[in-house]
């Protein structure tokens, strides 16, 4: 970035308030700092080492091959399986009757618990099942379930087999599939009849059947009875789930896969444009995922309960619901339907009931908790909380002050945690029994991580200024291409800064030299010639008693080349905001920032566009600001939101 965007950031709000970790909390993490120091005296050692966690088949011979660059070969020579090292171990160590998930259907009273000894053998079944349908290693299946244990039995089941799968969130249209079950090219789709949320059962099977008339190649589905509503079952294509699953035998014998042998491939959000196939590998993301659960949120396996609230069809879902809380033999909860059905207090009632003591959410959850208000959250009993963390966008300072008051009880450290479909696992975050946390601040590269802010011309910047950032050096669980698309994976990562990686998202580090994550590159906003970040004022907004949420972009401006313009919602107890809402907002902001992100207009909206993972899409506001047709859409949550939004504005105008 440019002197100006310097000069900028240093006129932004600045954060004081820190939140170190208790001296009783520090003593008991399971890590403490000297963790940065054998990182730092040798990084591949420190893998090499960390590696231990997992079960081997075959040892690795070298911990990183990295002469192919970017193309990342961890582990080398080494042999495992990836659903041995989820399940089977821990029953043979003995932990066969610990409880591996508690899941919460939407229904009422539709709750159960399995063990590991019992998850173990419903995966050795449904893996016997794909095997006789003639799926083989390297073969890539199609997942399309709802928020249901089935799901997390079917990927294992292909990771046992080697067959990778693609998960395809359960809300996604019959096109989004089909797209993606055509680019990795499935032969084998795993549905159900369809899942519950808010009351109302979301169909599947026939958003299947419609996807699949676009993909002829697809031979099989296996359909889990869910709702039980009538779907059509087409001769000689579609299996009933307990007709062939349930009735399979309940043991499998797992053969050792090579340490690089494709595990996934996700779709990312789609927040910035048409998503991209990001194919996971089997050991360095097993260690990825697995290590980072342990050290970031200090897990205790054996007396833990632990909650990622985010769908399987999303990486946290797949990284923290499913693979490294299982290769650490966790007990973790699952929930199918909404945060307001039936009640706002569901979540609460989930924590208070299984005695959660770690949570992970988004902010866009976290600020729709503080529009609802406090008074809900305190009616249950939280007190088992230790740790609670926040993914997937930038925490506003004042959400992550509410969060920490009023779910963590004033007393949990939270890990604001970064890091990215192509990650696979957390790559910025505290330490809780380390590091001092700064509200809104991701803080530091974890052990073994190397992150930087970068300039331009791809220099390293100083303490106190922004840029891109970019990770150092290749980790394990790293994205090792975009899928059939190698070209695309150089380009898009691995060229804006030879030899490093590009996120894509602007940082900047603050006079401690932490870093402070501020959105997209490119939703960066040139307004009269100073580069503003999106994160800072939405921040700002957020920090007024009257917004709930916020969302700002650029729009072209005659006078100053682009112009601020933001979309806010308002908390419950704001009402209206009254006639003067926008006008307050506007030097509201002027007085936190600067008059130079003063935004143009202010717009009062009741929704925001937000990907199905829970990620504001801009690029679609921007549009509308610009008023332009709307861009991709397809991975949008609901697709009304956006002609609300533009009636609003050419209200507005
Ligand atoms: P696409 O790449 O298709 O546009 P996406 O980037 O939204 O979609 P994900 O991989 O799900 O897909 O999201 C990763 C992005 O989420 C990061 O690049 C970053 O912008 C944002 N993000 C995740 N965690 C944080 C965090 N703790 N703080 C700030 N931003 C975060
Ligand atoms: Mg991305």
């Known amino acids: 970035m440019t002197d100006t965007t310097t000069s900028a950031l240093d006129n932004l709000a600045s954060e004081d308030r820190t939140f170190p970790p208790s001296p009783e909390f520090a003593a008991q993490a399971n ?4 963790i940065y120091a054998e990182a730092d005296a040798d990084r591949v050692a420190f893998w090499g080492e960390r590696a231990k966690r997992l079960t081997w088949a075959e040892p690795f011979e070298q911990v990183l091959d990295w002469s192919d660059a970017p193309f990342a070969k961890w582990f080398v020579g080494g042999k495992l399986n990836v659903a041995v090292n989820c399940l089977d171990r821990h029953v043979e160590a003995g932990l066969g009757d610990r409880v591996a998930y508690h899941f919460e259907g939407e229904p009422d009273g539709d709750r159960s618990s399995v063990t590991y000894r019992e998850l173990t053998e419903r995966v050795c079944q449904a893996a016997n099942v794909l095997e006789g349908l003639g799926v083989q290693a ?17 990927m294992l089941a292909c990771a046992r087999i080697g067959a990778p799968h693609t998960v395809v969130f359960g809300g996604f249209s019959a096109d989004a599939l089909a797209t993606r079950i055509l680019d990795c090219d499935a032969r084998v789709v795993l549905t159900a009849d369809g899942g519950w949320r808010k009351g109302a059962e979301v169909p599947l099977k026939p958003v299947v059947d419609e996807a699949l008339e676009r993909c002829p190649d ?3 589905t296996v359909v889990v009875k869910r709702t039980g509503s009538d779907v059509a079952m087409v001769d000689g294509r579609d299996l009933w789930w307990h007709d062939t699953v349930d009735v399979a035998e309940r043991t499998h014998e797992a053969q050792a896969f090579d340490a690089e042998h494709p595990l996934y491939v996700m779709y990312t959000s789609g927040t910035t444009g048409k998503p991209k196939g990001i194919l996971h590998t089997s050991a360095g993301y097993l260690l990825g995922t697995s290590w980072t659960q342990w050290e970031v949120f200090d897990l205790k396996p054996e007396t833990d309960v632990y909650w990622t ?4 069809g999303w990486v946290t879902g797949h990284s923290y619901v499913v693979y490294g809380p299982l290769a650490n033999a966790t007990t973790s909860v699952i929930y199918e339907g909404a945060p307001d059905a039936p009640h706002k207090g569901r979540w609460w009632e989930i924590v208070e009931r299984y005695g ?4 992970y959410c988004a902010p866009t959850a976290i600020r729709t908790f503080m529009k609802w208000g406090a008074d809900i959250p305190a009616k249950y009993d939280l007190s088992s909380l230790r ?5 997937g966008e930038p925490i506003n300072p004042e959400a992550y002050v509410w969060y920490r008051e009023h779910i963590g009880s004033g007393r949990t450290p939270v890990v604001d945690t970064w890091w990215q479909t192509e990650t696979g696992s957390l790559m910025i975050s505290p330490l809780p029994g380390v590091t001092a946390g700064k509200p809104g601040a991701a803080m530091k590269a974890l052990p073994g991580i190397g992150a930087d802010v970068v300039d331009d011309a791809g220099n390293s910047v100083p303490d106190g200024s922004g840029g891109y950032l970019v990770l150092t050096e290749p980790w394990p669980s790293m994205l090792r291409t975009i899928w059939g698309d190698p070209e695309r994976y150089r380009e898009t990562y691995w060229s804006r800064f030879p030899g490093k990686y590009f996120a894509g998202d602007g940082a900047k580090k603050d006079a401690d030299g932490d870093l402070w994550l501020l959105g997209r590159v490119d939703d960066v906003m040139n307004v009269a010639g100073h580069r503003l970040s999106t994160t800072e004022i939405e921040s700002a907004l957020v920090a007024n008693p009257k917004v709930a949420e916020a969302a700002v972009v650029g729009a072209s401006d005659e006078t100053t080349g682009q112009a601020v313009v933001a979309f806010v919602i308002l908390r419950g107890e704001a009402g209206d905001g009254g006639p003067e809402v926008a006008t307050e907002l506007r030097e509201w902001v002027a007085k936190q920032i600067g008059k130079i992100a003063r935004p143009r207009q202010i717009l009062v909206v009741a929704e925001l566009p937000k990907t199905r993972s829970g990620k504001i899409m801009r690029r679609l506001l921007r549009d509308v600001a610009e008023n332009r047709p709307v861009g991709d859409v397809t991975t949008l ?12 504005m050419a209200t507005a105008a």
């Not at 890590?31 to 000297?34: E, Q």
């Not at 959660?356 to 949570?359: E, G, Q």
């Open 218 to 220: 697809v031979r099989t």
């Open 309 to 312: 609230a985010a769908d399987i």
């Open 356 to 359: 959660v003591s770690i949570l």
């Open 637 to 648: 949550a609901d697709t009304t939101v956006m002609d609300t939004i533009r009636g609003g």
């Open 138 to 154: 390297g073969d890539r299946v199609a997942i399309y379930m709802p928020m249901i244990l089935e799901t997390v039995v079917a």
């Open 387 to 391: 740790i609670i963390g926040s993914v």
């Open 31 to 34: 890590v403490d700092a000297s």
